[in-house]
């Protein structure tokens, strides 16, 4: 079975920049990605606290059907 994907979304917190930016993958990869957007977008400091706040803030993506490319 593979790994649900999550998600987080910007526009769920406020921001000055009323920021539009979703984010989606694996777990890791969206706590990632959304760290080095927090710091680069919103002025942030990386940091485990960061990246904790970030994690608990993950939903799951709901599922939807990929379709294998025949090659």
């Not at 790994?3 to 984010?23: A, G, H, M, Q, V």
């Not at 993958?25 to 080095?36: D, F, K, P």
């Amino acid at each position: 079975m593979t790994e649900t994907r999550k998600y987080i979304d910007c526009r769920e917190f406020p921001s000055e920049s009323n920021c539009s930016l979703k984010i989606s993958g694996t777990e890791n990869e969206v706590v990632t990605a959304a760290a080095m957007h927090a710091v680069a977008a919103h002025g942030h400091a990386d940091s485990k606290a960061l990246r904790e706040e970030l994690r608990s803030a993950l939903k799951d993506e709901p599922q939807t059907l990929v379709m294998e490319k025949s090659v």
